[in-house]
């Protein structure tokens, strides 16, 4: 299955979520994660990951539980450009699930992954700026011609009163053929410091039950 973390607005959460996922997914089967984005956040985060040396998750072990670490790993590379279009049809057969991190804009490199994924994810912030983008969104995906494609929605950076996200879930809801997903990704700092160490969340010591639950649910409704 290839993923996309997509949309044009920059500061979304897309690295956090793809990376997260990747390290959720590489505990039980083999993933690609794929770096689109010009800025190479998720490339950045992969080789602080093999500088630490920091092993996946212990697949017989619940996410958000310690045990015996396994030594399942994943493959972090870069791509840009059409050519991702090819490469991922040619690589999923290496593959059992494919993450592609893109860039906060309308790119080729973007459109070409689109193309040819089997889900988008799209998450927002909870702010008028960052949902008003879902417009140019749906004309890029009546351009990129995927029949097949699921699109879903999920609020990152969370507003804490809940009132901003409560009104941006009520603005995506008139998109039509967009799934809005009932979890949402909060504004953690546990995020940031798993980010630093090129970790997942759920790797972190200690742990933050609360930031695990959350990437743990958008795992389960991908997922399951």
């Given at each position: 299955?290839?993923?996309?973390?997509?949309?044009?607005?920059?500061g979304?959460?897309?690295?956090?979520i793809?990376?997260?996922?990747a390290?959720?997914?590489?505990?039980?089967t083999?993933?690609?994660?794929?770096?689109?984005?010009?800025?190479?956040?998720?490339?950045?985060?992969?080789?602080?990951?093999?500088?630490?040396?920091?092993?996946?998750?212990?697949?017989?072990?619940?996410?958000?539980?310690?045990?015996?670490?396994?030594?399942?790993?994943?493959?972090?590379?870069?791509?840009?450009g059409?050519?991702?279009?090819?490469?991922l049809?040619?690589?999923?057969?290496?593959?059992?699930?494919?993450?592609?991190?893109?860039?906060?804009?309308?790119t080729?490199?973007?459109?070409?992954?689109?193309?040819?994924?089997?889900?988008?994810?799209?998450?927002?912030?909870?702010?008028?700026?960052?949902?008003?983008?879902?417009?140019?969104i749906?004309?890029?995906?009546?351009?990129?011609?995927n029949?097949?494609?699921?699109?879903?929605?999920?609020?990152?950076q969370a507003?804490?009163?809940?009132k901003?996200?409560?009104?941006?879930?009520?603005?995506?809801n008139?998109?039509?053929?967009?799934?809005?997903?009932?979890?949402?990704?909060?504004?953690?700092?546990?995020?940031r410091?798993?980010?630093?160490?090129?970790?997942?969340?759920?790797e972190?010591?200690?742990?933050?039950?609360?930031?695990?639950?959350?990437m743990?649910?958008?795992?389960?409704?991908?997922?399951?």
């Open positions: 299955m290839i993923i996309v973390i997509g949309g044009i607005k920059g979304s959460g897309k690295t956090t793809a990376t997260n996922l390290v959720m997914r590489a505990a039980h083999k993933v690609l994660l794929v770096d689109a984005d010009e800025q190479k956040s998720a490339w950045d985060w992969s080789q602080q990951r093999d500088h630490l040396l920091t092993p996946t998750l212990n697949p017989s072990k619940p996410m958000s539980s310690k045990g015996p670490e396994s030594h399942l790993t994943f493959v972090t590379v870069c791509m840009s059409k050519a991702i279009y090819s490469n049809i040619r690589m999923k057969e290496d593959y059992d699930d494919i993450i592609v991190d893109t860039g906060g804009r309308d080729t490199s973007q459109r070409a992954a689109i193309s040819v994924a089997d889900i988008l994810i799209l998450p927002f912030k909870p702010s008028s700026i960052d949902i008003w983008t879902m417009v140019p749906k004309a890029i995906l009546d351009e990129c011609l029949p097949r494609l699921k699109v879903y929605a999920i609020i990152s507003d804490a009163k809940g901003d996200n409560e009104e941006a879930i009520a603005i995506l008139d998109f039509q053929n967009v799934t809005i997903l009932k979890c949402m990704i909060g504004n953690r700092k546990a995020f410091n798993a980010a630093a160490d090129g970790m997942g969340v759920a972190l010591d200690p742990i933050d039950k609360k930031a695990v639950q959350e743990e649910s958008l795992y389960y409704s991908i997922y399951s």
